[in-house]
């Protein structure tokens, strides 16, 4: 289990983080939702022992800052919004920056594949689609932790807005991979702007607005007319899918709705 408490950031004099309290639990997708600017990047970098932060973190019974990196590194992976490389790398060497050697060639194939990338190992990275270097990118992530579980208790995968640049198609296939990885008993900690995917594949959803939390809970707990409406400042209204999954339109933020 991932549980923070009175997690507070500053960049400078600006307060980014507000006592944030947060949990997340293996076998779930706990996503982060919130308009831009709202500190979602900011919970993830904290929660992943990336930048400084006041306040609590245990990850798996542990505190997050007592763990040697090299330890951290097999128990979570992560995804950044964005990565760039200087180097012309070909794909499967860029996994290979999150794999321990090169004997481990049989598992960045089998992530490559999973990620529906298989055959583009010797390709050059700086020539792929922004789509498929995210793809890429997840393979990398899901080589580097091999698998949900192990004798220390579950892994993690840390996901920032992982379907971003992909079609709807690959937007499915991706969280779909996560939502496995969750089922077989690893934990998800997912920033989201897609509210609807977000509202399928999620067990938790956490809500931020300029640095704390609005709402957090089920997907229909959290993902309300009245929430929504106050953390995106547009009036926004809520319909259900069989069985009672969350969904929001652009028409719903429409005059008169």
């Known amino acids: 289990m991932?549980?923070?408490?009175?997690?507070?950031?500053?960049?400078?004099?600006?307060?980014?983080?507000k006592e944030i309290d947060f949990i997340a639990k293996p076998g779930q997708v706990s996503s982060v939702v919130g308009p831009n600017g709202s500190g979602k990047t900011t919970l993830l970098r904290a929660l992943t022992g990336e930048i400084a932060c006041d306040g609590e973190i245990i990850l798996n019974g542990r505190d997050l800052r007592q763990i040697p990196h090299w330890q951290?590194?097999?128990?979570?992976?992560?995804?950044?919004?964005?990565?760039a490389l200087a180097f012309p790398f070909n794909v499967i060497e860029v996994i290979h920056l999150g794999l321990p050697d090169r004997r481990s060639y049989p598992l960045a194939l089998e992530a490559l594949s999973r990620v529906g990338l298989a055959g583009y190992e010797q390709r050059p990275y700086q020539e792929l689609s922004g789509g498929e270097k995210q793809r890429v990118q997840l393979a990398r992530v899901l080589a580097q932790i091999t698998g949900p579980t192990d004798q220390a208790g579950p892994r993690w995968l840390f996901l920032d807005e992982p379907v971003s640049a992909l079609d709807i198609g690959h937007q499915l296939q991706i969280m779909r991979l996560a939502r496995e990885f969750a089922d077989a008993g690893?934990?998800?900690v997912a920033i989201m702007?897609?509210?609807?995917?977000?509202?399928?594949?999620?067990?938790?959803?956490?809500?931020?607005?300029?640095?704390?939390?609005?709402?957090?809970?089920?997907?229909?707990?959290?993902?309300?007319?009245?929430?929504?409406?106050?953390?995106?400042?547009?009036?926004?209204?809520?319909?259900?899918?069989?069985?009672?999954?969350?969904?929001v339109l652009p028409q719903s933020a429409g005059k008169g709705l």
């Open 2 to 17: 991932i549980k923070a408490r009175d997690i507070t950031v500053h960049f400078g004099k600006r307060q980014i983080l």
């Open 72 to 83: 951290l590194a097999g128990m979570r992976a992560v995804l950044p919004q964005s990565t």
């Open 186 to 188: 690893g934990g998800v």
């Open 193 to 247: 702007h897609d509210l609807n995917l977000t509202a399928m594949f999620s067990d938790q959803i956490t809500l931020l607005k300029d640095g704390a939390v609005l709402g957090t809970g089920r997907p229909e707990d959290t993902l309300t007319d009245s929430l929504l409406s106050r953390a995106y400042d547009c009036p926004l209204r809520v319909g259900f899918t069989p069985p009672q999954v969350p969904f």
